[in-house]
């Protein structure tokens, strides 16, 4: 009997001696996993950055459970476990927000800029539609003042400029260098009415044989045809005729007269001589 019960107390001993180091087995297992916890932690997105307080807290926590440990204070993981996972969870809810405010903040600048952008732009393209704008009057202003200079003739076909031979080589459809443009003010014209038509009647005088003299009138009609196409105008707008000597308008008995007989009439169908020369 007696020795059943120092068997017994013996047991107990040893039974009692035995927790506290399965506790602190334990312990070290659940600060191990929480040191990980706390790593895993750390390594999310803005964490690191935006929650380094409650990181470094959970790390002194475990810190300071692992002196307990090592000072033989079994159970003290778990009393501290609930505390470490708050923190984590309070560093990773900041991160969350701060990263959120921080991609809002990344947005409102992107918008900005793109709006700044859109503004320059758009005030780029408003100072070139001004300038622009400023030059086409110029041009208007210059076509006006040179369709004065024409000074065209009302006839029945419409509003007639009179373009005497000198502009052309003599005996020769051949526009002289130069001579083309005195007709840019009249492509000006004719450009920004692209309704009205044009027709060229081609003359001269009654030197030579009638065949040569109609070839001629035709050849130069056509020459003013094509500057004009040259500067723009549509072909199908351009209607370019030959007389030859058929309609005089002065005496060809004479070297004045026939000079005035040499002649193409470019003529802007149906519009009025006068209302050119009212033009301001």
Known sequence: ??????????????????????????????????REKIAVAAAEPGVAEFGSAEIAKARDRIASLDKKL???????????????DTLLETARTRARVAMAKKD?????????????????????????AQADAQAARAEADRVKQAM???QLQQTQLGATLVLQDVVFQTGKADLKPGAAERLRPLAGYLKANPNVKVR???????????????TLSENRAAAVRTALSGMGIAGDRITAVGHGESTPVADNMNAAGRQQNRRVEVTLVGQQAASFAAIH
């Open 1 to 34: 009997m007696k020795r059943m019960m120092i068997r017994l107390v013996g047991a107990t001993a040893l039974a009692a001696m035995a927790v506290p180091a399965l506790a602190d087995k334990t312990d070290k297992l659940v600060t191990d996993q929480y």
């Open 70 to 84: 090592d000072n033989d204070k079994a159970g003290q993981a778990e009393a501290v476990a609930g505390e470490i």
């Open 104 to 128: 809002l903040g990344t947005a409102q600048a992107d918008a900005k800029a793109r709006n700044d952008a859109q503004l320059q732009n758009a005030q780029a393209n408003a100072a070139a």
């Open 148 to 150: 004065r200079d024409y």
């Open 200 to 214: 060229i009647d081609g003359h001269t005088d009654s030197q030579g044989s009638d065949s040569y003299n109609k």
